[in-house]
């Protein structure tokens, strides 16, 4: 078993003070950007040293999705262009995305920090890791790559999608990790059968899955299924990507790496702070970014601290498995996809109507968009290539917006339901399986 990194099991009072001196660092850089600078105007914090304790950090506003909206492109930049070397960028609430930048050493601790992740599964130098993560603006796929190789290991970056393929390179290279959405993960071993693979020929021992919710009923199977290890990884874009906390050997909750984020959990509709154990949405910190430094940023992610010491010796606190958000963003196939990026496109079109329904279904193992929408009556037409050009032209804008291609669905007027009170927009078909303890796969 792996040994952890001596910053991995500091004390907690030497982490508490780690993270004061490195918060007034935060600040400080966040004061640099102009966003902050009126941001923070008024709350009694005019530089980091105005924070004595760490508990002050209470005394700081929230940073929302918004914000980042607002700033666009560049009011959370704080250092010159010169320096940044990298960005990427997730769903805004509408067409204008979040975008972060990194430096050279913001790409660097990054990729420590996901090293230190996938070391604390158990990986070494001897392991062979296929990424399954699409590669792009998305953080998923490059995040864990650079991690992975820190590590020593063989990377196959095969990215998302394509799964006769991976089959194939699991097979040919001896692939002993994958890191995969676990709703694509079912979905390959469902394909076994159809590709001719034996999962005998196969080394796989571990996978690690992030990026969408899941229930500890999903990794039992997926363990059961693939006989390997499932291990949950969680993260975001606005706090780096993966690598924000992730499970150990134990599986057992995803140790948040608190030398690098200041957790708390707030009640989402007050945002006052909660006890450590109460569930709420988490609210997180990045301490070390130098490039986008973001203070308090409400994740809208609903978790809970696990704060009794881990067997594994580390001293970082746990988070539980991400129970759902407190907005309506949805997670279908891994992609963030918010209601109103939808309705933009929709309203955007000439000859559609203003009711529309979003629904989401499962088709196999993985998620399924219909969008489904009235057509207005004048443009109602029964010349059936128009009907499929108007269609396709949707699909299309749409995939440019969400980065999903949905099933797009063409009525008459007055087809779908017209609601009295607040309009039912999105119908998530999904089945929620029942909840197990956490490490309870038998
Ligand atoms: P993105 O910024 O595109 O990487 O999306 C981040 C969001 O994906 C998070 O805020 C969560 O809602 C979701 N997510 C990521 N990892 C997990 C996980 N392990 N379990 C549940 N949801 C996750
Ligand atoms: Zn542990």
């Not at 196969?202 to 690690?208: E, I, P, V, Y």
């Not at 969408?212 to 990884?233: K, M, Y």
């Not at 037409?381 to 699909?395: C, N, P, Q, V």
Request: glycine letters at 8%.
């Amino acid at each position: 078993m792996s040994t952890p990194s001596p910053v991995e099991t500091l004390s907690r009072h030497e982490l508490a003070d780690l993270q004061l001196t490195k918060l007034r660092q935060a600040v400080d850089r966040a004061l640099s950007t102009s966003h902050y600078q009126a941001k923070l105007a008024g709350c009694g914090i005019a530089c980091g040293e105005d924070l004595k304790t760490l508990a002050d950090l209470r005394k700081l506003p929230f940073t929302v999705k918004d914000d980042l909206r607002q700033a666009f492109p560049d009011g959370l930049k704080a250092v010159p262009q010169s320096e940044v070397v990298r960005m990427h960028a997730s769903s805004g609430t509408t067409g204008i995305p979040t975008v972060i930048y990194y430096t050279r050493a913001d790409i660097d601790r990054w990729t420590e920090l996901g090293a230190r992740s996938a070391a604390a599964t158990g990986c070494t130098s001897a392991d062979v890791f296929q990424n399954m993560m699409s590669y792009g603006l998305f953080t998923g796929g490059l995040g864990l790559h650079y991690a992975a190789e820190r590590l020593g290991m063989m990377v196959i970056p095969a990215g998302g999608g394509n799964t006769q393929r991976q089959l194939k390179l699991m097979k040919d290279f001896g692939t002993t990790v994958v890191h995969a959405t676990p709703s694509y993960l079912l979905h390959v071993y469902d394909q076994l059968a159809e590709f001719g693979v034996d999962r005998k020929d196969l080394k796989l021992q571990r996978a690690f899955v992030g990026a969408e919710p899941h229930t500890e009923d999903i990794r039992c199977r997926l363990e059961a299924l693939w006989g390997i290890q499932v291990f949950n990884s969680y993260g975001l874009s606005e706090m780096n990507g993966p690598g924000v906390a992730f499970e150990c050997v134990h599986r057992a909750g995803m140790h948040l790496w608190e030398d690098a984020y200041l957790m708390e959990i707030i009640d989402p509709d007050t945002g006052e702070v909660l006890p450590e154990g109460a569930e709420g949405e988490l609210v997180l910190t990045i301490l070390d970014r130098q490039a986008t430094p973001l203070l308090r940023y409400r994740t809208r992610d609903l978790t809970s601290i696990i704060a009794e010491p881990c067997a594994c010796g580390r001293t970082h606190r746990r988070i539980r498995r991400i129970k759902g958000r407190s907005d309506d963003m949805l997670i279908i196939n891994g992609v963030n996809v918010f209601p109103s990026q939808i309705e933009e496109v929709v309203m955007k079109t000439a000859g559609v109507g203003s009711n529309y329904q979003i629904l989401v279904k499962k088709d196999g193992a993985l998620d399924s968009l219909i969008v489904r929408l009235e057509l207005d009556a004048p443009h109602f037409s029964d010349d059936m290539r128009d009907l499929e050009a108007l269609r396709s032209r949707i699909a299309g804008n749409l995939m440019t917006s969400i980065s999903l291609k949905p099933k797009v669905e063409l009525h008459e007027p007055g087809f779908l339901p017209v609601s009295e009170g607040k309009a039912v927009r999105v119908i998530d078909e999904r089945p929620t399986l029942p909840e197990g303890p956490e490490g309870s796969c038998p």
